[in-house]
């Protein structure tokens, strides 16, 4: 099955500290693409960073890095130097080809992440 | 500024009623998704479409159905609404290819009442 698995429905993080969330998946593909995705309070999904399967090495947008271990199919968010903007929910999502050559996405259920003042 | 527009934040709809939902997009991307998002389940995908009149089911079309008559919209129809598709739906398009991110409307959150 391809599932996408966040285990931690919710956390918090002190403002100006670092927080990783988890994230694991289920796929026998061999190249995808793994997507973070953010969901604040205005319902806008935005998309926080992207990582190649094939690559080994790890994306990093700003204070947002990804750990990538594919082996153990786990792609782990850390956000370093927290602030109350980063308040949001957070899905992981991988694509895979669907038919007509289309991809689609599977997403996790969500981490909602709450940064304490 | 580039754009994913639902039609409407909010609604309120009476069981057995046909209901649109519209998201127009002005990126001329190929893709258009629709998604429900639920607490605990994530988002699962209804319909999507690659190519104007095209469309393919996704996890769950049952009670939903689509149309794509222009590249920039996409309509979700709820052919006879029911209380359990109360939801928020969220639009979502992409150009065509692995690596590209959604970009998301805002969703519409509808109750079924």
């Known amino acids: 099955a391809q599932t996408v698995t966040q285990s931690q429905p919710e956390m918090s993080v002190q403002e100006a500290e670092t927080v990783t969330l988890s994230c694991t998946y289920d796929?026998?593909?061999?190249?995808?693409?793994l997507f973070w995705y953010k969901q604040p309070p205005s319902r806008q999904m935005i998309l926080v960073i992207r990582?190649?399967?094939?690559?080994?090495q790890n994306a990093t947008e700003n204070r947002f890095s990804v750990n990538f271990q594919k082996a153990a199919k786990s792609f782990s968010l850390k956000i370093s130097d927290s602030q109350l903007g980063d308040a949001a929910m957070y899905f992981c999502a991988y694509n895979i080809l669907f038919t007509s050559g289309t991809y689609k996405y599977i997403f996790g259920t969500g981490t909602r992440l709450k940064v304490l003042a | 500024d580039v754009k994913v527009t639902q039609s409407s934040r909010y609604l309120v709809k009476r069981t057995g009623e046909k209901v649109f939902l519209e998201c127009v997009q002005d990126m001329d991307h190929e893709n258009m998704f629709w998604y429900r998002q639920d607490p605990g389940l994530g988002l699962r995908l209804i319909y999507f479409?690659?190519?104007?009149?095209?469309?393919e089911k996704g996890d769950i079309p049952e009670g939903y159905s689509v149309s794509r008559e222009k590249k920039e919209r996409f309509s979700l129809i709820l052919e006879s609404a029911s209380t359990n598709q109360t939801s928020m739906y969220l639009c979502?398009?992409?150009?065509?290819?692995?690596?590209?991110?959604?970009?998301f409307g805002s969703g519409t959150r509808l109750t079924v009442v």
């Open positions: 990582q190649e399967a094939y690559k080994q």
């Open positions: 796929t026998s593909e061999s190249d995808y693409y």
């Open positions: 479409s690659y190519d104007v009149k095209m469309k």
């Open positions: 979502a398009s992409s150009f065509y290819g692995p690596g590209y991110g959604y970009t």
